[in-house]
C-alpha cells in the first residue's frame, strides 16, 4: 500500500503547505534529504488552539495536534521531494511543546507525530527523535514539530 492510499484508508488528506510566518521556507531538499521547518499544529491557515500543555492544553489534546504538525510536515517534505511517493524514510523528528512548569510528558506529547508517520510509513515511518519542553512557541501553539526525510 502507498503512502497515499494509507492517509486515506486513515481519513486524511495532505494539506496545501503551510505558509512560512517569517523569514524561512517550509522545507529544504539537499541530496537525498529534506528537512522541514518546524510546523504548527494549523488548519486551513488558523492555529487550533494556544497555551500550555499542562495548563490550558491537556496531554491528550496536544498529542492530537503533534500529529496535526506531522501532516503539516509531510506535506512541506512531499512539496520539496516531489510528491509523497518520493518519500523513502523518516530519519529524524523533533517535537517542541509549550509546556507547564510541572509538565514532564513531551514524550508522550511528541508521540501524535511519531504513531502518524509510523501509521503512513510503516517501518520506514519509524525514526530517531527528541521531544523537548519549552516556555513558549510561535503564536503561543503548544506544540510544533519538524522532521528530516530521506527522499528518492
Partial sequence: MTAEERLAELGLTLPQVV????????AVRTGDHV?????LPMVDGK??????VGAEVSAEEAQGLA???ALN?????ASAAGG?????????????????ADFTGQPQVVNGASELLAEVFGEQGRHARSAV???????????????????R
Fill in 73 to 77: 510536515a509531510l506535506a512541506a517534505v
Fill in 67 to 69: 500529529r496535526i504538525c
Fill in 84 to 100: 509523497l511517493s518520493n518519500i523513502v524514510r523518516i530519519v529524524k523528528v523533533v517535537g517542541f511543546v509549550a509546556s507547564s
Fill in 47 to 52: 492555529l487550533l488552539v494556544t497555551g500550555k
Fill in 35 to 39: 528537512y522541514t521547518s518546524g510546523q
Fill in 19 to 26: 505558509p512560512p510566518l517569517a523569514a524561512y521556507v517550509p
Fill in 133 to 151: 519542553g519549552v516556555t513558549v512557541l510561535p503564536l503561543d501553539a503548544p506544540v510544533e514539530v519538524e522532521l528530516i526525510a530521506e527522499v
